[in-house]
């Protein structure tokens, strides 16, 4: 099993960008899909993008499709989250998950970090 921990997080402007990483920390052979979910305050965690172990394959929620790229490293089981065109409503816990299958849904990453802080604002 493996551990992922986040940073990259901070404050930033309307209009900015940041860049959010993900590395796991665990002995582990197994190439896992990552993803990145977050959550805002009073709501619920939602998906925001997910990458296959081969990084062929993505995904997008559809409000960050066209600002945000998941991307992964060339350490094992390490993923990164460019964020551009941040927007107010970008702001949010954001969580990085690693999984054996690939997708959308919370319940298929059994491996979750503590989270990093992003809050978009003027």
């Known amino acids: 099993q493996v551990q992922p921990e986040e940073s990259g997080g901070g404050l930033v402007q309307p209009g900015d960008s940041l860049r959010l990483s993900c590395a796991t920390s665990g002995r582990t052979a197994t190439i896992y899909a990552m993803a990145w979910f977050r959550q805002a305050p009073g709501k619920e965690r939602e998906f925001v993008a997910s990458?296959?172990?081969?990084?062929?394959?993505?995904y997008y929620t559809d409000s960050v499709k066209g600002r945000f790229t998941i991307s992964r490293g060339n350490a094992k089981n390490t993923v990164f989250l460019q964020m551009t065109k941040l927007r107010p409503d970008d702001t949010a816990v954001y969580y990085c998950?690693?999984?054996?299958?690939?997708?959308?849904?919370?319940?298929?990453?059994?491996?979750w970090g503590q989270g990093t802080q992003v809050t978009v604002s003027s």
């Open positions: 998950a690693a999984g054996r299958s690939f997708g959308k849904m919370a319940s298929q990453f059994a491996y």
């Open positions: 990458i296959s172990g081969t990084g062929q394959y993505t």
